[in-house]
């Protein structure tokens, strides 16, 4: 009985020894895994780091110690490091490259070999790690968005004003030379319609021309001869020509004579824009006593951005509203787009033309314009809120696991809803700081979590 207590105390001795020796090699397999970088850096100055605390040798601060995690899998590492992402082969046409096919092809619209369009790679550039400690953990709750494709309608707000459209401009035009003796328009804004009188002119080339139409139809009425018939047809010709009516020389006939002050009508429909007879002036044939403007049919003139301009097409629609006409809304087409870019302005002019019902909208008011671009393809994207934009470049932190956390360049395309187009960066499926990523951005400034802090070491002036 003795000896079998003693075998069991030995037993259990020995158990102890091997669980004890095993804890101390998970102990040290921990150890290698989770292996850290200890150093001590100042806040300020995060380019100087030092192997032991103290002072910082610019400002005197303490230095504040920093555990710089080496614990990497190679699996992740290599998934993470990437230098560049491939984008896709695009064909298109030689002679029309806005034609772009996925696949290798004849171009549709010359039928002509299509060419692979040069594609400018990616860069994702890992700029800066963060791994957060547990005590972190506890406080740090990211929300985060998987890097996905979406088709994007991009909505561009813009302001316009409306103008007189040229097309729909008029004169009424001197035919023929003579003084203005009256004026029936009686000022720039008045609307004149076809057939109202506009002035009276003395003009003794139409008097003559009057008195041998007078002339030919009296020759004509007593002898029905070809020649009278020439000369009375040729007479009649000339008034026409000149802008005089029938009921007038008609009248001219009955009374037996030319009056010398003729009037002159209006051979157009349309709202004075500029008023050039007055009384006593001589005007040559040519020459205009008004100039029309036609509101039936305004112009809107619109500015597009210039980081805009690329997407605007003739065609396009265009969603417009004016102060003048609460409450409507105006579909237009752009049916202009200026060949060049406002220099001042840094703008591209844009034209709509729209009917102006009841002549409500006048020249200088300001309209209010939707512009609702569809962009080709699905492009991936991202939520606005996850880019942290310096001014030199776009970052993005994206996570590696539950404690890790990464820092890359992209580039950025059109933005729309709240979501940014991203062009290389990041690849699909991954996950992106949505709200935390500034938290992340200042624990990597502070403790020189970013790779190229060296090479632009950050002063502070005291």
């Given amino acids: 009985m003795i ?29 290698v895994h989770d292996k850290t970088h200890v150093y001590y850096t100042c ?20 230095l504040t110690k920093v555990e710089v995690d080496l614990d990497m899998n190679e699996s992740e590492s290599e998934k993470l490091k990437l230098s560049s992402i491939a984008p896709k082969e695009i064909w298109q046409c030689r002679d029309f490259p806005d034609v772009t096919s996925e696949v290798e092809d004849i171009c549709p619209m010359d039928g002509s070999k299509m060419i692979k369009k040069k594609m400018n790679p990616m860069a994702s550039k890992i700029v800066a790690k963060v791994k957060l400690r547990k005590a972190q953990l506890d406080h740090f709750k990211a929300d985060l968005f998987p890097v996905t494709k979406m088709k994007m309608i991009k909505k561009i707000r813009l302001l316009g004003s409306v103008s007189q459209s040229e097309e729909k401009e008029s004169n009424i035009p001197a035919r023929i030379g003579g003084r203005v003796e009256k004026v029936y328009v009686k000022s720039k804004g008045s609307i004149v319609k076809i057939g109202d009188p506009v002035v009276d002119i003395y003009s003794p080339r139409l008097i003559t021309a009057g008195e041998e139409y007078l002339l030919a139809k009296k020759s004509y009425k007593k002898n029905k001869s070809k020649e009278f018939k020439s000369m009375l047809d040729q007479s009649i010709e000339r008034l026409r020509l000149w802008g005089i009516e029938k009921s007038q020389y008609e009248k001219w006939f009955l009374n037996k004579k030319v009056p010398k002050n003729i009037t002159i009508f209006s051979n157009t429909t349309g709202i004075v ?19 029309l403007s036609d509101l039936s049919d305004v112009w809107v003139d619109i500015d597009v951005y210039e980081s805009d ?56 008011m300001i309209a209010s314009a939707v512009l609702n671009i569809e962009i080709k393809g699905e492009p991936l994207v991202i939520p606005r809120s996850a880019v942290i934009d310096t001014g030199e470049r776009k970052v993005v932190w994206t996570q590696v696991n539950s404690k890790k956390y990464q820092a890359r360049i992209i580039q950025t395309g ?41 090479k632009n070491s950050m002063q502070h002036n005291h």
């Fill in 309 to 364: 301009s690329s997407l605007v097409n003739l065609g396009q629609k265009i969603d417009l509203s004016f102060s003048a006409l609460p409450g409507e809304s105006i579909t237009g087409e752009i049916d202009f787009v200026s060949p060049v870019l406002d220099k001042k302005s840094r703008s591209l002019k844009v034209r709509t033309t729209i009917k102006n019902k009841g002549g409500k909208l006048k020249p200088g």
């Fill in 273 to 291: 824009r500029s008023k050039n007879a007055v009384t006593g002036k001589y005007f040559k044939e040519g020459q205009n006593f008004f100039e």
């Fill in 43 to 62: 806040s300020m100055h995060p380019s100087i780091k030092e192997d032991k605390p103290g002072k910082c040798p610019i400002c005197h601060m303490n």
């Fill in 3 to 31: 000896k079998i207590i003693k075998l069991l105390l030995l037993f259990s001795v020995a158990s102890f020894f091997v669980s004890c020796t095993n804890g101390s090699k998970e102990e040290d397999t921990e150890k």
């Fill in 414 to 454: 059109y933005e729309s809803g709240g979501y940014v187009e991203v062009k290389g960066g990041v690849i699909e499926g991954e996950k992106v700081v949505i709200e935390g990523s500034f938290l992340l951005d200042a624990q990597a400034q502070l403790f020189g979590g970013y790779e190229d802090i060296n």
